[in-house]
């Protein structure tokens, strides 16, 4: 059985840090391209930072510029978002993402990163909350 758990989730001060895990079991992220989504409440899910196989490629949402930062362990099956200079808009439930399909990699464009339906797996979601 396929899983994504992740964690790290919490509440936080603005200006604060925290680090999500997403955790695979079932399936190997080797090879696979991996994203996280966040949705906040009463909006649509949206795309805030992708990797490639290798880490060699990182697209990033402009929200998520300068203060996040994706990468992934293969050796782990884990990916993760560091998040620094957090906002009172970064609350949102995060959520990790990940294609069971190997791709070419002129298949992997940015628009790639972004689009939900490229995405076979999915977390069940951690909460990130920021506010003093």
């Known amino acids: 059985q396929v899983q994504l758990v992740e964690s790290g989730g919490g509440l936080v001060q603005p200006g604060g840090s925290l680090r999500l895990s997403c955790v695979a079991s079932g399936f190997t992220l080797d090879y696979r391209s991996l994203s996280w989504f966040r949705q906040a409440p009463g909006k649509k899910r949206e795309f805030v930072a992708g990797?490639?196989?290798?880490?060699?490629?990182?697209p990033y949402a402009d929200s998520a510029k300068g203060r996040f930062t994706i990468s992934r362990d293969n050796a782990k099956n884990t990916m993760y978002l560091q998040m620094n200079s957090l906002k009172p808009e970064d609350t949102a439930v995060y959520y990790c993402?990940?294609?069971?399909?190997?791709?070419?990699?002129?298949?992997?464009?940015?628009?790639?990163?972004?689009?939900?339906?490229?995405?076979?797996?999915w977390g069940q979601g951690t909460q990130v909350t920021v506010s003093s």
């Open positions: 990797v490639n196989w290798s880490g060699s490629i990182t």
């Open positions: 993402a990940a294609d069971r399909d190997a791709h070419e990699p002129s298949y992997l464009t940015e628009a790639y990163y972004h689009r939900e339906e490229e995405y076979d797996y």
